[in-house]
């Protein structure tokens, strides 16, 4: 069964300094994509980075990147220089080909930029 | 903005009550696909629909049901509510290339969602 667990209920941190989101995976398909996703308040949900499981390198997306071990079925995200408005639920999430294409979601992490 | 557009935004029914939520996609975009959040917690899919017909489904009981119209706008509706339907529906628009009902890296953009509360 394929499953996303992010371990992380909730994270503090000062404003500039760096963050790193935990995300673990299991899935027994060998193709895959992995997604983060940004929350706030407001309910919609953004579009953070990508990483395919075939890619050779880290993702990256302005301050977004994506740490990704194959062998250790891990795809964290950091946040370079937080900023206040990096304050939300962030969400990892993986589509397989074996589930239609649905995204399967993690339960997220809160993270809270203090200045 | 995404450009995906729900409707309602917020709405309050009685349990047994029935509820149609509606999504209004990105232009261009063939597929769309309904996720339950229930409070504290990530989504849970519900379905997709690719060009009007369902191509994937989730753990949900058949009263949700769906439509995806001809202009790819989607309808999500719930009969015989329940307390635990309560939770925000998120709808998400993608292009998925021709055939496919898409592929791996499809970007899903998302509307920022209806939050049923059921009493």
């Known amino acids: 069964a394929q499953k996303i667990t992010q371990t992380q209920p909730g994270m503090f941190v000062q404003e500039k300094e760096a963050v790193t989101l935990d995300c673990t995976y299991d899935?027994?398909?060998?193709?895959?994509?992995l997604f983060w996703y940004k929350q706030p308040s407001s309910g919609e949900m953004i579009f953070l980075i990508y990483?395919?499981?075939?890619d050779q390198q880290n993702a990256t997306e302005g301050r977004y990147s994506l740490n990704f071990q194959k062998a250790r079925k891990s795809a964290n995200l950091v946040i370079s220089a937080s900023q206040l408005g990096d304050s939300a639920m962030y969400f990892c999430?993986?589509?397989?080909?074996?589930?239609?294409?649905?995204?399967?979601w993690g339960a997220g992490t809160k993270l809270i930029i203090k200045p | 903005e995404t450009g995906v557009t729900q409707s309602p935004t917020h709405l309050i029914k009685t349990r047994g009550q029935q509820v149609t939520l509606r999504c209004s996609s990105q232009?261009?975009?063939?597929?769309v696909s309904w996720y339950q959040q229930a409070l504290g917690q990530g989504p849970q899919f519900i379905f997709q629909?690719?060009?009007?017909?369902?191509?994937g489904r989730g753990n949900f009981p058949p009263r949700f049901s769906g439509l995806q119209f001809p202009n790819y706008s989607s309808e999500l509706n719930v009969n015989a509510l329940e307390l635990d339907d309560s939770a925000l529906y998120l709808c998400?628009?993608?292009?998925?290339?021709?055939?496919?009902?898409?592929?791996?890296?499809?970007?899903?953009?998302f509307g920022q969602g209806t939050r049923l509360t059921v009493v």
């Open positions: 899935t027994s398909d060998p193709s895959y994509g």
């Open positions: 629909y690719y060009r009007e017909e369902e191509n």
């Open positions: 990483q395919g499981s075939y």
């Open positions: 999430a993986m589509r397989v080909m074996d589930s239609n294409y649905q995204l399967i």
């Open positions: 998400a628009s993608s292009l998925s290339p021709s055939g496919t009902g898409g592929i791996l890296n499809t970007e899903a953009f």
């Open positions: 232009s261009g975009h063939n597929t």
